[in-house]
């Protein structure tokens, strides 16, 4: 009589969580963590109606005043995950600084959903919606790398000095696209500012500088559309007519009318 193999009794199932942060993903676990924290913050972004952009016609997004900070931050979380998840072996080394920007992100993408959570709820009348709620996945699976590479002790470091380098690596992540949001938000301004008030040849500059950049805020789009209200010399509302249109793409003058009757 043929007995049933028995080298697996009395042996416990590891638990749900403890597998999720097990020190060595599954094939399945990358697979998944590629997709919410590569593919689908991509699509999110692309894709994305409502929150840091919106066609005009339905005026400002949710968050469009964060567009920068927030592509350029999820921008430098992918690139930094793509690197691990590929040279993972190769860069124990640096584990703790990985961990803290895994967790830098973690955080910022909790912070997203939270804020978004209503529009989220509202978007699930449409299956776009259910985006909205990629945050959340996004953030367990940078935490979830980030404890693994916090872990990882390669050098035998001390450990206040693995948490000084995830912190400081989580605050330069979330710094340095911070402070390039406030560099272009501050020099947009001065030169909508000189755009409106300055002579013909420094408006000129100014405005030959501001279509240069890929991004100007709806907040200083409407200045200029303030400004042409206001403004009565031909020369001076034709250039800042021909600014607005470089910009936006629109044409300043309906935009104007619609303003008025608003």
């Known amino acids: 009589m043929t007995q049933a193999p028995f080298y697996n009794v009395g042996t416990k199932k590891t638990g749900f969580w403890k597998r999720q942060f097990a ?5 399945a676990q990358d697979t998944f963590d590629s997709i ?15 929150v840091f952009k919106s066609p005009r016609i339905l005026g ?22 793509l690197t691990w998840r590929t040279f993972r072996l190769r860069l124990r080394g640096f584990s703790s600084a990985f961990a803290g920007v895994f967790f ?19 978007g ?25 590479a916090a872990r990882i002790n390669s050098n035998g470091a001390a450990l206040l000095s693995r948490l000084s380098a995830a912190a400081l690596s989580g605050v330069l992540a979330f710094g340095m696209p ?12 001065t030169m909508i500012e ?37 403004e009565s010399n031909t020369a001076k509302r034709a250039m800042l007519e021909k600014t607005y249109k470089a910009i936006t793409g629109e044409e300043l003058e309906w935009r104007y009318r619609r303003n008025i009757f608003d």
């Not at 919410?36 to 409502?50: E, G, M, N, S």
């Not at 968050?63 to 927030?70: F, N, T």
């Not at 100014?206 to 991004?215: E, F, K, P, T, V």
């Open 23 to 27: 020190p060595i993903p599954t094939p």
């Open 36 to 50: 919410f924290a590569i593919v689908l913050p991509i699509l999110f972004l692309v894709l994305d109606p409502v």
């Open 60 to 81: 400002p997004a949710y968050l469009e005043d964060y567009q920068l900070l927030a592509y350029l931050f999820c921008s430098l979380e992918i690139g930094l995950f």
């Open 104 to 122: 830098a992100g973690a955080i910022f993408s909790t912070v997203i959903g939270l804020v978004i959570l209503p529009l989220s709820l509202l």
């Open 124 to 148: 699930l009348m449409i299956v776009l919606g259910v985006l909205g709620f990629t945050p959340f996945v996004t953030a367990f699976v940078f935490v979830r790398n980030g404890v693994r």
């Open 178 to 189: 911070l402070a390039a949001q406030v560099k272009v938000e501050s020099d947009v301004s």
């Open 194 to 230: 000189t755009l409106i008030s300055g002579s013909a040849p420094e408006a000129e500059a100014a405005a030959q500088r501001l279509q240069s950049y890929h991004y100007v805020s709806r907040n200083h789009c409407d200045e200029i559309v303030t400004a042409y209200g206001k």
